[in-house]
């Protein structure tokens, strides 16, 4: 059997080597366009490689998937994130687990994973080509037939094919794969900051904010993580949570919205009011600038009073009822003009290519292609940051090594 492998990212590298210890005597051979294997690998995490997220249960696994959720419920039941833990540590990959749930290699260092993985394929056999992008796939009775962007290489035949070429926002990167019929879902970015020209907030950048909630006025999407205020916007899990569920509806908006900041964390905004209520009560002749509610920075904090028209000065006995309600307003109501987005570091992660009503998720092979499997972020699924969108790839490449 000669199966081909179109991608050398995670996905296509997890695939190949599970294909290889289920069907030991096939010719498999991993085709990669670029020069580089596992660049994003390299650097996920910022360099260290957050390979997957440690949290308890399936439900809260599969509930970091703002797409694919459903579907990868059923498959982490067949490889999990516990099951990734083990597949590394059993080939000498130490791991270290944070207080945040993200897992890393205990060198911190992504070349630990990459150096597994290219290791794991030359102990197997797994042939790699480096520089080889697909042009086109025919299919001939139940083979397929490559064709390769450089003409010079002549077509090769296979008897199946894992697609795993990762995620694209250029749409016309999936047409050799529409053009065997699978549908397509419009391709957007899905894990980003907020770039807020013009917006002074820019000016306390560096300052880390621990719990906020954020939502995107007139959507149903919030998100609540630390923040972290940058020279261009803001950035932070909560941010990057907030871009990737509301990425389609952010990419209608052209990038051109508003941001609500709860800097209190308080869903329930009468409490937030009778929080400072008591502070006045409590501390009446003590000055705004003295008192901090809900452990704000003093230069968040006064940035805030001058931002609802409070002077520093005041006493919390002398800010009445209209001055608490500006408070309240400030501290669950913050809104902001955001226009325009910006990667994340040099990470980034897609929604959108193959439909996910093509694919088979007993075995991730295509229901319009027989013999085709997918793995990895050219499906239309995407995590939330945490490691979850390198599980995906462990998951769907592992799955589709099988080959069934």
Not at 31 to 60: A, D, H, I, P, Y
Not at 307 to 323: A, I, V
Request: include cysteine; proline fraction near 3%.
């Amino acid at each position: 059997m000669k199966v081909a492998v179109i991608g050398g990212g995670a996905a296509g590298f997890f695939s190949a080597i599970t294909a290889k210890e289920n069907y030991p005597d096939a010719e498999i051979i991993i085709f990669e366009k670029s020069s580089k294997l596992l660049s994003k690998v390299k650097v996920s995490g910022g360099g260290r490689c957050n390979l997957t997220n440690s949290c308890g249960t399936m439900k809260e696994l599969a509930g970091a998937y703002p797409r694919g959720r459903k579907e990868l419920k059923a498959a982490f039941r067949k490889f999990s994130n516990k099951d990734t833990i083990k597949w590394f540590e059993i080939r000498g990959v130490p791991l270290v687990i944070q207080n945040d749930n993200c897992v890393f290699p205990a060198s911190q260092k992504s070349q630990s994973i990459i150096d597994c993985l290219i290791g794991e394929t030359k102990k197997s056999g797994v042939k790699i080509i480096k520089n080889r992008g697909i042009k086109e796939i025919l299919q001939i009775g139940t083979k397929f037939e490559l064709h390769f962007l450089e003409n010079k290489d002549e077509p090769l035949i296979f008897d199946k094919i894992i697609v795993a070429t990762g995620g694209s926002s250029a749409r016309e990167s999936y047409t050799w794969l529409e053009n065997l019929d699978h549908k397509i879902e419009e391709p957007v970015s899905s894990l980003f900051t907020f770039n807020m020209p013009g917006e002074p907030i820019t000016e306390l950048m560096g300052i880390v904010v621990k719990n906020v909630l954020l939502g995107v006025p007139g959507t149903k999407f919030k998100s609540q993580g630390s923040l972290l205020i940058t020279h261009w916007g803001m950035s932070g899990p909560a941010v990057l949570k907030l871009s990737s569920y509301s990425a389609r509806v952010l990419n209608e908006k052209d990038y051109d919205f508003k941001i609500q900041v709860n800097w209190s964390n308080e869903q329930n905004i009468d409490f937030v009011r009778e929080v400072l209520v008591l502070i006045s009560k409590e501390h009446p002749n003590k000055l705004l600038s003295n008192y901090k509610p809900y452990a704000l920075s003093e230069r968040l904090w006064s940035f805030l009073l001058k931002r609802c028209s409070l002077s520093e000065s005041k006493k919390w006995n002398e800010l009445g009822k209209k001055g608490i309600n500006k408070l309240v307003n400030v501290l669950t109501n913050d809104t902001y003009l955001v226009k325009g987005k910006t990667a994340y570091k040099e990470e980034f992660v897609t929604c959108g290519g193959i439909s996910l009503e093509n694919i088979d998720f007993n075995t991730l092979q295509s229901k319009v292609c027989k013999n085709m499997y997918f793995a990895g972020e050219v499906l239309d699924i995407d995590g939330i940051t945490g490691g979850y969108n390198l599980q995906a790839a462990w998951t769907t490449g592992y799955i589709a090594g099988k080959l069934e």
